[in-house]
Each structure stands twice: as C-alpha cells, then as structure tokens.
C-alpha cells in the first residue's frame, strides 16, 4: 500500500467534510422543523386575532362612552329649558353611529334638595356573545337664570295716529301659556314690561307672543313672535284700528202720578239676551240710565229695555228686598189676567206710542227689539212710568196667651215667597194691642190661592219664663199667618196671641245608676240630659232648678237623649253604641218630674295576651328575635311590641273583648260580637300572619302558643 503524507491525509479529511455537508436533512430534522414553523405561525395568527379582538372591545367600550356622553349634554341642555319638569324629558332616539346599543335612563329630584336631579343612565350592547353595561349616576344641578330682557313701545290710533292711552298689552311666552305678563299704556301712549316698582327687565329669554286690546278699538295681535334674549330690549310699536263710534240710549224711570225719580234696575237685551245693566241710583240726577252701545261694523243694532236685573226674580218688588215697590200698570206677564204687571216694564210690550202688546216676550226677539241706534247716534227715549204696588189694609189686635192686649207688638209683613216688605216691622200696637197696616194686594198681581196669600207675624219682649229663669223679658212670637185673599182697596182683620214657647214650658229629671255587675249604685257618675248632674251615694240623680230660685221646672219640654260616664266604666249613651242597646230618649212633660229607667253601667274588665314567634318548619322551633306584634284592637285603637331574643311578645291591660260572658242574653247590652286580632310581621324575610278573632275575657291571661313564620321565597 502507498503511504500517503500527513498533507495528503488532511487535504482527503477536507473533501470528506465538504461532501457531508452537501447531502439532505433527516426525517427527525425535517418533523422539528415543520414543528417549529407551526408553532412560530399559530402564534402569529392568535396575535393577531386576540389584537382584532382588542380593537373591537376598545370600539365598543369607546363608543358607550360617547353614547352616554351624548345623552348626558342633551339632558344638560334640557335643564337649562326646564329644569323642574326634567324628570319628563325623553331623550331623543339614538343615531344610526350607535345602532347595537340599548339605553335606559331615569331622572328624580335629590333626596332634601330642590337644586339638584340625578340622572341614572345605562348603556348595553352584545360583545361576542355577553351582554356588556355601563351604569352611570350624575348629579344635574339647577342651571343660573339667564338674564331677563324687556319689550316696549308706543299704542296709537292706526287712523289719525293718536296716542291710545289705557290699552291693555299682554305677552305670552310661547308654547307656556301659563307664563304672561300684563300692562297697560300711559297716557302718552308708552308702555313697558319692566318690574313697576324696581324697574328691573321681566322677560325671560325666549319667544313671546303679544297681543293689545282697548274698548273702542279692535284687538291687536302681533303677526310674528318676538325673540328676547338676554338682557336685550326691543321696542314694538302697536297700531290700534278703531271701531265705529259709540252710540247711547238714555232715559229716565219715574213715578207715574208723582213724577218722582226711582231707584231702579234696567238691563238692555238684544234678541232674548241680557247684553248691560244700569241702575239709576248710580246717576246724578237720580232716576236717569244710559247706555253705551259699541259697534264692530257701522250697522243699526235694536234692542229692548226692561226694568229688572236680567230678568232674575230678586229684582222684582216680592223679591228684592225693600227698594223697590212699583210694578207696571198693564197686562201681566204670566196670564192670569191681572191688570198689574209685578215685573215692571218692557219696551217689547209697551209700544212706543203707549200701546200695550201682552202677547210680546218680554225680553224681547229678533221682532221686537224696537230701541234702535247706529253709530254716532244719542237716543234719549224718555220717561218709563212705573205704579206703586196696589196695597190693602189689615186691622186687628195682638194678645198673650190670657187674653190680656200687648202694648207695642210688632207687626211683621212678607210676600208670599218670604220677601220682606218695608218698612219692616210694619207697625206696631198701641196700648189697647190694636193696629192697621197697609199690605200689598197680593191678587191684583198673583192668582188667589193659599201659596200667593201674605205672611204675617206679631211679636213682642214679654217677661221672662224660661226655666230656672225670671225677670227681665224675652222676645216671643206669634205663629205665621198667611192671609188672603186681598185685593186692592180691601180691608181685612186678622188678631195674633202670643203664647209661651216651648223653652218657657218646664220640667224636671231624675234617675238612677247602678253597676250592672254588681247592681249596687254608683255614686259620680256623671249624667247628662240638659246639662250634667251627678249621682250622690245612692246612685241618684235630679235636674232641677237650685232650692233658692223657687221655681219648678227645669228643662225645656221635649225629648232629649241620656248619657252617662264614669272612669273604669263603659260610656252610655241611650241611642246605643258598642256596649248598650238603643234605650230611646226621656220625655220631659211640663210642671212634672219625669223618671227615667235605671241605668245600668258596666265596669271596664282587662287581661293580658302573650305567645312567642319562631320560625317554621325548625326542629327545636327557633325564636325569632325583633318580630312586630300588631294587637288590633276591636275599637280600632292598636298596641304594638316587639319579640325579643326567645321569640317572646306579651300586652298587658288589654280590653276584654265584647261581650262579657256574663252579660249574653241581656238585651240591655249590645250583643254584637266585638274581637280582637294580632298581626306579625318581620320584615321582608318572612311572610306575616294574622291571627283572630281573638276572644279576651277579664282577668284572663291568654298564652296564644308558638306563632310560626314561614320564610318567603327570597328569604330562603
């Protein structure tokens, strides 16, 4: 073999190297490779879908925010229109950049404040497949009031450019009617919105509506809104169209054989209805009326005149009073062919030239209305007569109840319906208790039955009889009489006796009380009829008048109800209550005692209830601590307490309840069950229970066991 040089042999370890380093990878290689790039590619891959992920939470969470933000300036901004009706705002519908989004809101007045709401606002959306919130709480305080601004001007005559004085001028805040303001022009025309007495601007800011009136003239709206802002002021100026000008009726209401001016009522109609009144005592001459009639077009207007205040009955002579005793002299207006008319005087029925039509209405039509004007026009149409109501005369003389005349009773007169008739008291009596009087003749103006006859009265002071009373007088009065027929120039007698009434008829009272248990009398009680007395120790009583008056009787005659109370015993009252039966009221008869039935009091029994509170369904029961016992009783007062540490509860000095055992049966008593009943409660955590009808007798101490309490579903 050719040896070969150590040169030789490295050169040869060269080429082997560079030849293994040209062949291919291992199958183990090959396996860790594909592994690692895998590895290297998921990650890559989850990176990037965990940052997709990240972006999409941070768009979401950001675009709640704005929402929410959004909402919050929009509820800002309404408080600042309206802060105290903001708890009615809804807000507007969300915009299309916040589709996916839910949310809820809901505003209330800060506990103790006025000054601040709060606003609770939630925002929900899905984010892959879980419901995200946000929940947000802000306080909104009351916004500072923007300063007020002023509106003025000037009110003219649209036709010659006068000032108008006196108009009326309002602004309206649009959209709250509720918010206006009023003033009037001065007179030179000026007028202002400003506070009279500081001068300081009024107007909040905004959009008002303004709108000027003044008699005479047409009303004036202003034909835009006029905007105030703040602390600005703005000058409008307002024309007034006038109307046509005024006309006037005049005339006079006299008597017609005196002549003399009367105090009279006259109202002004226009086809039926009541358009003005007058009345002539506010005119100087007395007796004089006038009207003026205003015009919106110049066109002839007709109306009829009547004396009386828009037909209402008060203001005719059987109604009003004592000022006014004229009628008129024709036909009446009801057809009872009466020759009298008690409503005075139309100018539908009287005709101008003195003629009468009684078919005509009263107050006129569409084709009586005969008082025409136009504008421009004085119309005085002259004197309207009215008569004295026709009277009659009544004779007679008043007495007491012995026969013996009255000097100085007074005679008193009404209409039939109980209008007075003046002078009032008419007359009065002379020393042989006679009188004449003048009366009006009631059936020249109403028909002749007993509901159109006169009322009449005599009275007079006599001395006093009252009970337990004398000296001195009283006033006492004959009983109503109603007298007719009476026509005029008649002359009638009617005598009057005056009696004693009632109150100067007396008697007496007495009784006894005894204790229903023990039927022995009961001194102290207090009994009332007319007045209180009290038993003395045999349990009597006596209402009578005081030994030094020497006078017998008294009560006043009649019946009266009985009462009777005594500390520790049930109230009695005799038309019946919880404990007694209806006994029915004592008659007191005049000059005699009168007795009534003993009355029977029963004494007031008291015992005790007592139990424990445990819950349900616990093995030993467990007590339930600080559980509220309602003990309703049955008079409808209550007691309450409540359990302690072992489940305890105990009412002492309860009422027993009604009735006793010791009374059923006796139908002095009431025999209407009356219980008791307890209500348990303890709180949310456990459902309550009422117990009852409870039966408590006296001296009993009634043990009502274990109460139990069911847990409620949430307190599970």
Known sequence: MKERTFGEIRSMRKRESRRGNLKGFTLLEVIVSIVIITLVSLSSYLAFIFSSQSVETVTKRGQALNFIQESLEELRSAAQDDFDKLENYTL?????EFAGFNRTFSIVSEQGSSEFKRAQLQVSWWERGVLQRYNFTYLISRPPQPLPGNIYGKVTNAKDKSIVSGASIIVTYHGDSSCHFTTSSDGKGNYTFVEPLTGNFRLKTGDWELTAERKGYYKYTHPELIHIGRSEEKRVDISLDPKPDPAYIRGRVVDKNTGN??????TLYSEGKGRDYDHTWWHSPRGNFVFKIEFDEPKTKCFTLVTSYYGRDWSYPYRYWCYNSR???FCDPCGWGKSYNYRGWSSAVVQKGGGVVCSNPWFGSSATDRICVKPGDDLNIGDIHLVKVPTAKIKGYVYDKEGNPIYNARIYLRWHNWAYWCPYPATYTDHNGYY?????AEQELFPDN?????LMVAGAYLPKLKCCDTGGTAWRESSWKRIGPLYKGAIKWQNFTI???PGDRCGDAEGYVKNGKTNSPLKGVDVRIYGWKKTDVGGHYRFRCPPEKKIFGSIPIGYYWVYAKKGGYYYFQSYGNRW????????????????YETIRLWSKGYGVIKGRVVIANTSPPLPLEDAKVTLNLYDGGKK???TGEDGRFEFKNVIETWPPPEIKGDSYYNQALQRHSLTIEAGELYDSQSIGPIELKANEELNLGDIKLSPTQGGQ
């Not at 004449?436 to 009006?440: A, F, G, R």
């Open 640 to 642: 309450i307490v409540t």
């Open 580 to 595: 007694y039966s209806r006994r029915g009221k004592i008659y007191i008869e005049e000059a005699k005692t009168t007795t």
């Open 327 to 329: 009628v008129g002299d």
């Open 92 to 96: 507007k519908p969300a915009g299309k």
């Open 450 to 454: 007993s509901s159109y006859h006169l």
């Open 499 to 501: 009696s004693s009434p």
């Open 436 to 440: 004449e009087v003048s009366v009006p």
């Open 261 to 266: 001016p009367l105090y009279q009522y006259v």
